[in-house]
């Protein structure tokens, strides 16, 4: 196991140390575990100890009738607080405003009128715009330009923006039911098709190998900026910038390696989001392709049962969080995210190229480039539509699953991989 892999699971610990109990059973264990790192002499966990540490006395919560100084975000219908007094949130709060604002990052000085749980109101707010926001404005607008239909509007600004509470319930709902909600968002699957589509411009462009990655990283840099950084969108930004330096710098690198990096990075940067939702998902289903996937990948020839067998994988490694947090198991989707996925590979990048010649030819081209994009989003519908419609792709649990059976469910996943993976090294030894 690399030290990092430690490093990894050593910060997991200590972001559940400080969710579930209190800052003084936190200094005990924490010290505790400094007793342990000097006897043993592993002085560089030392530096994750002090830096999570850090990152938890610099968190606040908030309290009815005091008055903060916030800095917000507004995706869809959610506004979450990121800083609270320019320290972490240790909760996750669902703020409410008497006014209407738009999508993006905002900084207020706020009262706090009403709290029920983690559902704050809030009472004689100033809201001042993030300077991001203006440019952010700039890619929504350009969108608008195009004139699309309604509902392939509000598609691409999901794929463009990550903005997808436009879009119609029924289209988000056919997406959701057959697993492919995913092609919706910003993910890891977005931001690598975005820095393949960048590296091909750039060997276009005849940049030299070096200039081509950091032409790639500068560019993607300012895109996750400006889509605002969701854990997902943070670690797919991480691993990709540390792949665009190890070619930088000729460095050979590792998956793994990067994984855990971006990992660390974003629990070191807030400890409290290892119970975010979007995080948990993304790290488990790249944890799937990393540990799991690449190990039976090396068996499969075919290209298309590769894909089947890597859509199995994240599926099962996602059950138990789907169990928990919606109450519902995905059967048949895998079949569904084969075909969606090898579609979604060429449609993404072509509404992106379409969308920038678009933004640089002052909508010469606009009527065009409106009819490809309408026709590709169409064609995409259809197939989500055609599979919505097939039995078993999503099966509603009634039953409330807890924390305990989520965590059981993982132990058992891994116990079978053990055994499958015994079963598999003890034929390849008869073999030989």
């Not at 059967?331 to 933004?359: D, E, G, K, Q, T």
Request: aromatic share 20%; hydrophobic share 50%.
């Amino acid at each position: 196991m690399y030290i990092i892999e430690k490093l990894t699971i050593i910060s997991i610990i200590f972001s559940m140390i400080y969710i579930v109990f209190n800052l003084k059973v936190g200094a005990i264990i924490t010290l505790l575990f400094l007793l342990y790192i000097f006897i043993k002499k592993d002085y560089i966990y030392l530096i994750i100890l002090i830096l999570f540490y850090q990152s938890y006395i610099n968190s606040d919560v908030l309290e009815k009738d005091k008055i903060y100084n916030l800095k917000i975000r507004k995706i869809g219908e959610k506004i979450e607080v990121l800083k609270i007094n320019k320290k972490l949130s240790k909760e996750e709060y669902n703020i409410k405003t008497y006014d209407e604002i738009n999508n993006g990052v905002f900084y207020t000085i706020s009262k706090i009128e009403k709290k029920y749980k983690n559902i704050v109101y809030l009472d004689n707010y100033e809201i001042k715009e993030s300077n991001l926001n203006k440019y952010r404005y700039f890619l929504y607008k350009n969108i608008e330009k195009l004139d699309l239909e309604y509902n392939t509007e509000n598609f691409v600004k999901a794929i463009i923006l990550g903005e997808k509470t436009s879009l119609d319930n029924s289209i988000k709902n056919k997406f959701n039911n057959i697993g492919a909600s995913h092609i919706l968002v910003i993910s890891g699957f977005h931001i690598g098709l975005i820095i393949l589509l960048l590296l091909k411009i750039a060997e276009f462009l005849k940049f030299s190998y070096r200039q081509k990655y950091f032409f790639t990283f500068i560019l993607l840099s300012i895109y996750v900026f400006l889509v605002m950084f969701t854990p997902s969108v943070f670690r797919a930004y991480i691993m990709g910038s540390f792949i665009l330096f190890s070619n930088i710098f000729y460095e050979k690198n590792e998956i793994r390696k990067s994984y855990c990096f971006s990992m660390i990075l974003n629990l070191i940067n807030n400890p409290f989001i290892l119970r975010n939702i979007s995080f948990q998902m993304s790290y488990i289903a790249l944890f799937a392709i990393i540990y799991s996937y690449n190990y039976y990948n090396k068996f499969i020839g075919n290209k298309y049962f590769k894909l089947i067998l890597l859509s199995i994988i994240i599926q099962i490694y996602l059950m138990p969080i789907f169990l928990y947090y919606f109450k519902s198991i995905y059967i048949f989707s895998f079949i569904a995210n084969v075909v969606i996925l090898s579609y979604a590979i060429f449609i993404i990048p072509a509404i992106f190229i379409l969308y920038f010649i678009n933004i640089l030819s002052f909508n010469f081209f606009g009527i065009l480039i409106r009819y490809i994009i309408e026709r590709m989003y169409h064609s995409l519908y259809g197939i989500v539509t055609l599979f919505s419609k097939i039995p078993l792709m999503k099966i509603d649990i009634k039953y409330a699953s807890t924390i305990f059976l989520m965590i059981f469910t993982y132990f058992l996943i891994f116990f079978i991989e053990y055994e499958v993976r015994k079963i598999i090294k003890s034929n390849l030894t008869k073999n030989i």
